[in-house]
């Protein structure tokens, strides 16, 4: 089983707001959901992470459901420069450790 | 502060070979990660180390060895190289396993 599904791709204008779900309904009560990026050749960015509460910082803002089972990144304002591979994470555990599992991501593509 | 540095950047190899990539981190951080990343796939975590001296097996661990002597460096090692381990290996770190991982620019290693 998926332990986060993400569209496999998006599309976004330059200027609008980019909203990227993701569904994780098998996290467990106490783990965190992060989002990272990762541009072409580059290695991971890490963009936010969050538990229960929305969070939001220079980069973007995320959105937890009440139940914890799915949650969406924000990128306020697109630019091309967010053209990326944008990766939810939940951790998994306790039968492979501190394993995170990055899935194949959302490919986001900022349309001039 | 150089953050996640990898060495080599690239890297060819014939079948039956071996060599150790090298990541370093000049964080403090106690938590060191090796990814393998193939192509249309995400990244999935080879070994892991939560302090000097301590290594575990994530989700991919066949035909590689790690070493943490330093807490630092996060060594990787091949030692007998297949075709099947050319990919984009990634090295990150972290304060915890909570916290975000901070992640090098990768080392893109070929296996002829």
């Known amino acids: 089983d998926a332990k986060t599904t993400q569209p496999t791709s998006m599309d976004c204008a330059e200027g609008r707001a980019a909203n990227l779900p993701c569904n994780h309904s098998t996290i467990s009560g106490n783990e965190y959901v992060y989002w990272y990026r990762q541009i072409h050749s580059q290695g991971p960015q890490y963009i936010i992470h969050g538990l229960k509460n929305n969070e939001t910082n220079e980069m973007a803002s995320l959105i937890i459901t009440e139940d914890r089972k799915s949650s969406t990144l924000i990128l306020p304002h697109a630019t091309l420069r967010d053209t990326a591979v944008y990766y939810c994470i939940v951790r998994v555990y306790p039968n492979t450790g501190n394993q995170f599992y990055f899935g194949t991501g959302t490919s986001l593509t900022v349309i001039p | ?112």
């Open chain 2, 1 to 112: 502060n150089a953050g996640v540095t990898q060495t080599p950047k690239f890297r060819v190899l014939k079948t039956g070979q071996s060599m150790t990539l090298l990541c370093a981190q000049d964080m403090n951080h106690e938590y060191m990660y090796w990814y393998r990343q193939d192509p249309g796939m995400g990244l999935r975590l080879i070994h892991y180390s939560v302090g000097e001296g301590t290594t575990a097996k994530g989700e991919v661990p066949d035909g590689y060895n790690v070493s943490r002597l330093k807490k630092q460096n996060f060594l990787l090692g091949l030692e007998s190289a297949a075709p099947s381990q050319t990919s984009v290996y990634f090295c990150a770190s972290s304060w915890d396993r909570n916290q975000p991982q901070h992640f090098g620019d990768g080392t893109r290693l070929s296996i002829l």
